[in-house]
């Protein structure tokens, strides 16, 4: 990944294309994958990024090769604590946040009877948790200054399900619902909450970052190794790319009306639409029993 920051830091000032909109993004977990590709075409594109990394090796990583305008803060988001106060510093010391994207994340894969309740636990305060305390940090000073963006990375396991990752799916149905309502909370004040739902992405999401539990049943080897399998085999082969999906969100954010709900990949657009079409499907065959409990 060394190469790509150093595509956009050799590339001189002047040949970066600094925009008379440029924004300040504030995106979370910028050390790979997703957060590390929307960083990169913020910068190259002329945006300042304050970029949130667990490590101090990171930091260094994504401000030495980041332009001048890449401004590193470590943050755990499970530390909910020290979000606001971060919040309120980078406000401060950076400037007005324009975008802010919550990014950090990672899969837990395992059979719901196989996986301890701390592993749900542990996917919530990341995915769930850890993304609502930024909104929370954020949402007030939007809020009053009338302007600005949140997006949170959700995926099409917000909508779509599969055997083998009921917690991240929860997490990611929870953060959907969470931003919807929350988009329809903010509208009124010209803020804008969209949840963009990737499909696979070539990221270190099924690689390093996934926690999954141990095998111990066998009821249901037949079911989940050929899935647990197939995931770790695409690892690095997925459909999606990073570079596309950050160059979809730099669109995102210059949209007049931007949308609630943006899927990335078509993946996601094959299987969510297959998942709502099934849904409609389900509550018209149903619609008599669903409709029987009304009181007269
Ligand atoms: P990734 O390459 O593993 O990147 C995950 C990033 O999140 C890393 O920077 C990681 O930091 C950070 N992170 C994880 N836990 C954290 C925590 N507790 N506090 C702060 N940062 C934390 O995977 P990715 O695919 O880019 O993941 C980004 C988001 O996309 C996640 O929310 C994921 O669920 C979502 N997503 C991914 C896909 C896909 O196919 N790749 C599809 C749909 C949605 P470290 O380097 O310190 O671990």
């Not at 949170?152 to 799916?169: F, L, R, W």
């Not at 270190?204 to 009821?219: K, P």
């Not at 085999?233 to 990073?242: A, E, H, I, V, Y």
Request: charged share 25%; aromatic share 6%.
């Amino acid at each position: 990944m060394a190469e790509q920051w150093e595509w956009a830091a050799g590339a001189s000032p002047a040949k970066i294309r600094r925009m008379d909109n440029a924004k300040t993004f504030f995106i979370t977990g910028v050390s790979s994958g997703f957060g590390r590709a929307i960083a990169e075409a913020a910068l190259a594109a002329g945006h300042t990024v304050i970029g949130t990394v667990r490590d101090a090796r990171a930091a260094d990583d994504f401000e030495r090769r980041g332009l001048g305008r890449a401004h590193a803060r470590q943050l755990d988001v499970t530390a909910l604590d020290q979000v606001a106060p971060l919040a309120a510093e980078v406000e401060a010391q950076i400037g007005p946040v324009d975008v802010v994207i919550n990014n950090a994340g990672y899969g837990h894969e395992g059979i719901l009877e196989e996986s301890p309740l701390d592993a749900m636990r542990r996917q919530f305060e990341v995915n769930v948790f850890g993304a609502v305390a930024v909104m929370k940090a954020f949402v007030p000073v939007m809020r009053q200054r009338r302007r600005g963006h949140l997006i949170n990375i959700t995926s099409m396991g917000g909508t779509i399900t599969m055997p083998g990752i009921a917690y991240y799916c929860g997490s990611k149905f929870a953060l959907e619902g969470i931003s919807e309502t929350l988009a329809q909370e903010m509208k009124p004040f010209g803020v804008w909450v969209t949840a963009v739902a990737p499909g696979s992405f070539r990221t270190d999401w099924a690689g390093r970052s996934m926690v999954r539990s141990e095998r111990a049943i066998a009821d249901y080897d037949a079911l989940f190794d050929p899935i647990r399998q197939a995931r770790i085999d695409k690892s690095g082969r997925q459909l999606g790319d990073p570079a596309k999906a950050a160059q979809a969100i730099l669109t995102l954010v210059e949209l007049a009306e931007p949308p609630e709900q943006l899927l990335l990949g078509s993946d996601a657009l094959t299987l969510v639409r297959a998942k709502l079409e099934a849904r409609l499907a389900g509550m018209a065959r149903w619609e008599g029993l669903t409709r029987s409990t009304d009181g007269d």
